[in-house]
């Protein structure tokens, strides 16, 4: 029953009884943490995207703080990133000590723009400021044009971390994100409003093994089983050792199970969003309204359904946002440009900046999008849309 008034969120995830059900055969298990589930779902979840190691732990940020360390960014480095992203993906940098600068967007597509990046490229190598790691963000699931970023890399000597917390089961040239053909290692997030949960998590895919290995190793505190190096005549089949400074970061075999059940449906999740994005695309074609384009070569995941206004006008964006969100519509903006949050702002970033990011912001809107959204429910949304432009 769809109470007409009934809030719709921008998104959410879904659980069903299969999904209980797996989570509380671990509840009964001897394991709750580091048993079976966790390995099981790496191997699940990287087999799917085409990788060949997959790390978990607790969250895409710490995903992402292990995979700068792993790749040896520290004080006196740079990454680059989108201005339009979740924080996160800019504070990893910042937890490494590096210095963080942004790169500005495609209009079209929100996402980094590849000439930007060229043209910073060349004027940072000048200058002998290059990038240690760039972070591409696959914006709403729609992969960056990793084949040009790749070739950027090659020619510039720096590393590419994808962050694609909005972006598995996307596709980019026919290949699964997370398959690391262009990259050493790309993050997925499992909160809840992503594709699939697993409550709170994250995980790293990668085709290098030392990668894995040094991200399996941050995961845990520095720990390592492995006690080859162990030079004392004390080691035992107690022993373990602590090889360098990590954290505790891992995912819970709770967590790991519920991730593995929710895998399953990853298809049918992903075919649902896309149907959802087609019915926006004819329910808003007569609108002066567009949604945020998705390239030909790229099966956008649809984490996030995103419009903006044709014919901006200052006051329209916000009035609209205002009357959605009275409406009971769960409206949002991603993202406030992230260089200018204040603690951006007090590293020297101002308005300005980036201004494709920025106007961006001032015009983008998040519809609702999720598994299990109604057509009828969609419509609602447009004809409040239509009402108040
Ligand atoms: C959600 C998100 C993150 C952080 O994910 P958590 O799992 O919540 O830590 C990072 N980057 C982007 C783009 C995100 O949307």
Redesign the pocket.
């Known amino acids: 029953m769809h109470h007409p008034d009934h809030f719709l969120p921008y998104g959410r995830q879904t659980i069903t009884e299969d999904d209980i059900t797996t989570v509380v055969e671990v509840l009964r298990s001897p394991f709750l943490t580091q048993g079976p589930a966790v390995p099981a779902f790496e191997k699940a979840l990287a087999t799917k995207v085409g990788a060949v190691h997959g790390v978990a732990v607790n969250?895409?940020?710490s995903a992402?703080h292990i995979a700068c360390l792993a790749l040896g960014l520290g004080p006196g480095d740079r990454l680059w990133t989108s201005p339009i992203?979740?924080v996160?993906?800019a504070n990893c940098g910042r937890y490494c000590g590096a210095d963080i600068d942004f790169v500005d967007i495609d209009p079209e597509t929100g996402l980094m723009s590849v000439k930007a990046l060229a043209a910073k490229l060349e004027l940072a190598e000048r200058e002998s400021i290059l990038p240690k790691v760039v972070v591409p963000?696959h914006l709403c699931g729609t992969s960056c044009e990793m084949a040009s970023i790749a070739a950027l890399a090659d020619r510039y000597g720096f590393h590419v971390l994808e962050?694609a917390?909005?972006a598995i089961g996307g596709r980019y040239q026919g290949e699964p994100v997370g398959s690391c053909s262009y990259s050493a290692i790309t993050v997925f997030?499992?909160?809840p409003v992503?594709i699939i949960t697993t409550g709170?998590?994250?995980l790293a895919t990668t085709n290098n093994r030392h990668l894995a290995q040094r991200m399996a190793e941050l995961r845990s505190h520095g720990i390592t089983k492995d006690v080859h190096r162990f030079e004392r005549k004390a080691a035992g089949p107690w022993s373990y050792e602590q090889q360098h400074l990590g954290f505790n970061y891992r995912m819970t075999d709770l967590q790991g199970a519920l991730g593995l059940s929710q895998l399953q449906r990853l298809d049918e999740i992903i075919a649902e969003r896309n149907r959802q994005w087609q019915i926006y695309r004819e329910l808003l074609s007569m609108l002066p309204l567009q949604l945020l384009a998705v390239p030909e070569d790229v099966m956008s995941s649809l984490h996030l359904a995103v419009i903006r206004f044709a014919d901006p006008r200052p006051e329209q964006h916000r009035r609209v946002f205002d009357e959605l969100r009275a409406a009971g519509i769960g409206v949002q903006v991603h993202y406030t440009p992230v260089h200018l949050q204040p603690y951006y702002r007090t590293l020297g970033f101002s308005e300005g900046d980036f201004p494709e990011a920025e106007f961006y912001a001032s015009n983008a809107i998040s519809l609702p999008i999720f598994p299990g959204l109604q057509e009828d429910e969609q419509g609602r949304v447009v004809n409040i849309l239509t009402k108040h432009l």
Do not use: C, N, P, R
């Open positions: 969250s895409a940020t992402l992203t979740f996160a993906s963000v962050d917390s909005h997030s499992f909160h992503k709170e998590g994250g």
